[in-house]
């Protein structure tokens, strides 16, 4: 027999939003929501053309941004540069990054609008000399590396790498000192640092063992190891849990005079590559702008998604066949499965979708939000708020862009804004394709959001958004952004 049908919806619940009186809270960067590329062979690192002009496109309107080079296969990453340099791996497998390789990274990055930050091998007293010359090489050629990480997943011992690695950049930009790359790790997995006093502990490890060497971010991983498409605030809040005690220990241990950031450094749905039906679809935006959102609120200044594009919980999906990561050659590249669309390798997946709208309307003023615990729909709905981008093309100035998400699994919530504003509001509305929240769409308005022919990504600008007189409503399991023209002052 057919399935039942779904039970109807729910009564819509309700919440009043005003902002928090103690102002602006945190500052996070231009670059806040970011992006990584990792090298593990099961990622399909060694068989992507980096330079694709479809892939520039993509990465490029997400400019400015952070693009990180690391995972599990940096670990074992040799480099085989400059080409003439004596070879510590064969330039064809897997583990070894070539000149041509590398040029190209850094050719994508500066097409993208990207700064690099790249995970180095770390070397327990073992030999350096091919990091040296992939250095002094990238330091000749002109590269801008933003920063350098050492090792991934290694715990926060590894700070105690850190004067040496420090030594090896500053000599190999001895030519050119303001353009130095920063450092930052340690790169640490959330068990390393969740639970009692790990936090403190982790963090004083990693800065007592750097001696004094400056750190411009402490960087740590997270997974959700969500394996459903339907979430509850006891869930999310675990990343809340997580993150304020590593805030405040950063603030405690961190590098001085310069304080030392706290970033998002890979932050995933799902680790391992992330689960098909769950991680690649819309109802991943879920836990994706919950984190965005939260961890502004908690003093991080930049967030790395795991990954652009690789594995099953990117913001872009390939043709690659993802599996366990091996250091040895792949499988070659397999036909795209059924329901991709025919795009010749990229499908664009509905948290890319997220993310321009993050960075088309989020500024980089983070304000905290106040939602009475006794509105009706209180627990199911997560909302944060930033001085809008480029708020000062708004009549009076002074926008805000409020973002509510809406986790219940089959009621709407009715949101009531309770600011006074100079012109009319613009609502970004962002729901399933047909209502499907495990397909890879999203549509602004009831309108798919889809890149043309050649990959141009659409400008989203008013002329895509609805308004509203005093509230709006956004259903379940569904997100808004929502611009209000002069709703403080702060954000002049």
């Not at 304000?367 to 509105?375: C, E, M, S």
Request: aromatic share 10%; glycine share 10%.
């Amino acid at each position: 027999p057919p399935p039942p049908p779904p039970p109807p919806p729910g009564p819509p619940g309700e919440i009043t939003v005003a902002l928090s009186p103690e102002g602006v809270i945190n500052r996070v960067s231009t670059m806040y929501a970011s992006f990584s590329l990792d090298t593990s062979s099961n990622r399909g690192w060694f068989q992507r053309k980096i330079m694709d002009p479809r892939l520039i496109k993509l990465a490029a309107a997400l400019s400015p941004a952070v693009l990180r080079i690391g995972g599990t296969g940096n670990n074992c990453l040799k480099y085989n540069v400059p080409a003439s340099a004596p070879k510590v791996c064969d330039d064809a497998a897997p583990c070894c990054l070539n000149q041509s390789q590398w040029d190209n990274l850094n050719q994508f990055a500066n097409a993208t609008n990207s700064s690099l930050v790249f995970g180095l091998r770390a070397e327990a007293g073992g030999n350096v000399s091919d990091t040296l010359r992939l250095l002094k090489y990238t330091a000749d050629a002109g590269y801008d590396v933003m920063a350098f990480e050492y090792g991934n997943e290694l715990g926060c011992r590894v700070g105690a790498g850190l004067p040496m690695l420090s030594s090896l950049v500053a000599n190999a930009w001895a030519a050119r000192p303001a353009r130095t790359p920063a450092l930052i790790g340690p790169d640490c997995m959330q068990r390393s640092i969740i639970g009692g006093n790990s936090s403190t502990e982790c963090t004083s490890t990693f800065f007592n063992g750097s001696a004094g060497t400056s750190v411009l971010a402490f960087t740590y991983h997270f997974y959700l190891q969500t394996s459903s498409i339907k979430y509850s605030a006891v869930q999310l809040d675990a990343l809340g849990h997580a993150a304020a005690p590593i805030t405040d220990a950063v603030r405690r241990f961190g590098s001085t005079p310069t304080p030392t950031e706290v970033w998002a450094g890979e932050f995933g749905g799902h680790s391992h590559g992330g689960v098909v039906g769950v991680t690649d679809t819309f109802a991943s935006h879920q836990w994706y702008l919950d984190a965005l959102g939260l961890l502004a609120t908690l003093g991080h200044t930049l967030f790395v998604r795991q990954d652009l594009v690789g594995g099953n919980y990117g913001l872009l999906q390939d043709n690659f066949p993802f599996g366990p990561f091996v250091p040895r050659a792949p499988t070659p590249r397999s036909p795209s499965p059924p329901g991709w669309q025919a795009d010749n390798g990229y499908t664009v997946l509905a948290d890319y979708w997220a993310t321009l709208l993050w960075k088309k309307l989020m500024g980089v003023q983070v304000l905290r939000t106040v939602v009475p615990i006794t509105d009706s729909a209180v627990n199911t709905t997560r909302v944060y708020a930033h001085c809008t981008k480029n708020s000062q093309d708004y009549p009076g100035g002074g926008g805000v862009t409020l973002l509510v998400i809406n986790i219940a699994v089959d009621a709407a919530v009715v949101v009531t804004p309770t600011l006074t504003l100079t012109a009319s509001p613009e609502v970004y509305a962002m729901t399933a394709v047909n209502g499907n929240l495990s397909g890879y769409g999203a549509a602004l308005n009831g309108v798919e959001l889809k890149v043309g022919p050649d990959f141009d990504v659409p400008l989203i600008s008013k002329t895509n958004a609805t308004t509203f007189s005093k509230t709006f409503r956004v259903p379940a399991q569904s997100y808004t952004f929502a611009v209000l023209p002069g709703a403080s002052t702060l954000c002049q």
